[in-house]
């Protein structure tokens, strides 16, 4: 079964806070893997992915990821958090053997407290 | 750039009623994606288009789901017969494809839809 994983529902940190928002996958061959973030009521905007090299990719807003093979995981990284990135995440994988569509993980919701 | 554009915004339907949703993708793009999310199933892929041919429909209900990409200016996602259990946001992306891959999506805010 291809899955992503994000195992917090929910995570709660400080402005100014450093955050990790995790997320494994589970599969086979090559893959692609994103991050998404979706503000209330609104669509997703796509943050960065990893599909191969440097296994550390930058993002906008000051986000990075880390791809690990051993691990399974490609987690998504903040130094510093601002109130602004209080929002749903979301964790994506699109196999190579099926280009295009995205299997999601269920999202984590970061509160960041002022 | 107005970004992918979707309409309505809201939709409330009776049962058995169809529903229409629009997308216009961003200009230049050449894969058109569906998703829907709810808070039981989260973002579920539903069908995709690339260069306005049907690529995967592989998450489509097959019964009273259908998906149109008549010309690169829009797409429509229809649902007949729309029952409770449709109730959701429709979410529709489009991607330039790049690097080889549809992993930069660009979406819309999506459609919420309500089935009475």
């Known amino acids: 079964t291809q899955t992503v994983s994000q195992s917090d529902a929910h995570v709660t940190v400080f402005e100014g806070d450093s955050v990790e928002l995790r997320c494994n996958y589970s599969?086979?061959?090559?893959?692609?893997l994103s991050w998404y973030i979706q503000h209330h009521g609104r669509g997703l905007q796509f943050l960065l992915k990893?599909?191969?090299?440097?296994?550390v990719v930058q993002g906008v807003n000051g986000f990075e990821a880390e791809f690990s093979k051993s691990d399974s995981s490609f987690h998504l990284r903040k130094a510093s958090v601002h109130w602004s990135d209080s929002a749903v995440y979301f964790c994506?994988?699109?196999?190579?053997?099926?280009?295009?569509?995205?299997?999601f993980g269920a999202g984590t919701q970061l509160i960041v407290i002022p | 750039n107005a970004g992918v554009i979707q309409t309505p915004r809201h939709k409330v339907t009776g049962k058995g009623q169809e529903a229409t949703l629009w997308c216009e993708p961003i200009?230049?793009?050449?894969?058109v994606f569906w998703y829907r999310q709810t808070i039981v199933q989260g973002l579920e892929f539903l069908t995709y288009?690339?260069?306005?041919?049907?690529?995967?429909d592989s998450g489509m209900p097959k019964e009273r789901f259908s998906a149109q990409m008549p010309n690169q200016s829009h797409s429509t996602l229809k649902i007949q017969s729309t029952q409770p259990q449709d109730s959701a946001v429709y979410l529709c992306?489009?991607?330039?494809?790049?690097?080889?891959?549809?992993?930069?999506?660009?979406f819309g805010p999506g459609t919420r839809l309500t089935v009475l």
């Open positions: 599969y086979g061959g090559s893959i692609y």
């Open positions: 992306a489009s991607s330039p494809r790049t690097g080889g891959n549809y992993a930069e999506q660009f």
């Open positions: 288009f690339r260069n306005q041919a049907p690529i995967d």
């Open positions: 994506a994988a699109s196999p190579g053997s099926a280009l295009g569509r995205l299997h």
């Open positions: 200009s230049g793009h050449s894969a």
């Open positions: 990893y599909y191969s090299g440097n296994p």
